[in-house]
């Protein structure tokens, strides 16, 4: 094959992508500062720098004039940031949540909902989240046409092609037709990945796991998942099901895939049902026998020791679950997720010491700072992952991207 025409092209996209990952790294450079990192020379800097003007992928940053300086400064040059956004989604059972972040992975906006109760159709359901990805994108004044990519998390087992895995009892909540009608309804391209290994990108992003490039994160609300970055690539197993705690049942001390959230609610349920009149009675009132996570835990912390035995039985069992990850991928963190995290600070000293028994030099434990919106900040990572690989074959949305009002709030 005849390379000579195309080799020109090569030539300039790879130069283009030199200053681009520079750019992207610092806040602004003069053309000197992009020759010293990319030993181009000036005129081809000047070139590739105009080029990526013209792109959209850059911007003219203020010279700031020294004292006694004279004639023109030096032209700076930034990453434009602006130039496109992505949205994350976390589609859980009950509420989907999103985050819209620009491409520096600064956020800029994001909504919470409910979806109908029960759950609604599957209609119902991707029409919820439609409308959750619009409000968040209105609410941030961001145009639908200048979205680069989106990438939604589910509590589903996803194929290695992003497709959502069958055989799995709760897959008609997330087989949705959302990879389709977002990219053809609204031109965005979709990733659809696993909950609990979304997790996992966003703990080494901007979480406990930052920099570390062996770890884990469970998420522990409803139902066990485990999301493993290993030599700091994220592990998906030839079927997508690394990480997956199915077997849960042939682990004694274990029985299945009852998360903390869950467990804490029925031991905590079953205490009142056998009688018992402390402070998690005094949580629930007197009219019911259903108890929620949050209530145990408070009940804990005031010294109810009901719920301190129910909390040291939930710890004493999450230490096998932890055991059994860190002996099957031997992590340096693993880390607490799920809408128990904020509480599960109260199992790590007993999950640490029981680890011990189980695993020689055992990880290190953490619980997740990041909330609610720890599946959502990884579907950002993962969508700006994608874009950043193909920065130079996208095309910027309309410009202004952002509308006035939101750059100059009044």
Not at 348 to 367: F, K, N, S, W
Request: charged letters at 20%; glycine letters at 12%.
């Amino acid at each position: 094959m005849d390379t000579s025409a195309s080799t020109p092209q090569l030539l300039r996209r790879t130069n283009l992508r030199s200053v681009l990952d520079v750019l992207r790294g610092v806040p602004s450079a003069t053309g000197t500062d992009l020759i010293e990192a990319t030993g181009l020379t000036r005129a081809t800097v000047i070139a590739v720098c105009d080029d990526l003007i013209a792109r959209g992928w850059a911007r003219e940053a203020p010279s700031p004039r020294t004292g006694g300086q004279k004639g023109r400064p030096a032209r700076r040059f930034e990453f434009n940031e602006s130039a496109g956004f992505v949205l994350g989604l976390d589609v859980g059972l009950a509420t989907v949540r999103v985050m819209v972040s620009n491409l520096a992975g600064t956020v800029v906006g994001g909504t919470e909902s409910r979806f109908p109760h029960r759950g609604g159709t599957p209609a119902d359901r991707r029409s919820a989240v439609i409308a959750a990805a619009r409000k968040a994108l209105s609410d941030a004044a961001v145009q639908e046409s200048s979205v680069l990519g989106v990438a939604l998390g589910i509590a589903a087992q996803v194929t290695p092609a992003g497709g959502i895995a069958p055989g799995q009892e709760l897959a008609p909540m997330f087989d949705l037709g959302l990879t389709e009608e977002f990219s053809k309804g609204f031109g965005w391209p979709v990733l659809v990945e696993n909950d609990a290994k979304l997790a996992a990108l966003a703990e080494r992003w901007r979480g406990a796991g930052a920099n570390e490039k062996n770890l884990a994160v469970i998420l522990a609300g409803e139902r066990l998942g485990t999301g493993v970055i290993e030599s700091g690539r994220l592990v998906h197993g030839a079927r997508g099901r690394a990480g997956t705690m199915g077997g849960l049942e042939l682990v004694e001390g274990v029985g299945n895939q009852d998360g903390i959230a869950k467990l804490a609610r029925l031991w905590g349920t079953a205490a009142l049902d056998a009688g018992h009149t402390g402070m998690i009675r005094e949580l629930v009132g007197t009219q019911t026998n259903r108890v929620s996570a949050r209530y145990v835990f408070e009940a804990a912390a005031a010294g109810d020791g009901t719920a301190a035995e129910i909390l040291d039985r939930i710890a004493r069992r999450m230490a096998r679950v932890v055991a059994l990850v860190s002996t099957f991928f031997d992590p340096r963190l693993i880390v607490i997720g799920g809408a128990v995290a904020a509480s599960a600070t109260a199992l790590l000293p007993v999950m640490t010491e029981e680890l011990a028994h189980y695993v020689p030099d055992p990880p290190r434990l953490a619980v997740s700072e990041l909330g609610e919106m720890l599946v959502a900040t990884g579907a950002v990572r993962l969508a700006l992952d994608y874009v950043e690989a193909r920065l130079l074959d996208l095309r910027p949305g309309s410009v202004p991207a952002v509308s006035p009002e939101a750059e100059n709030p009044a």
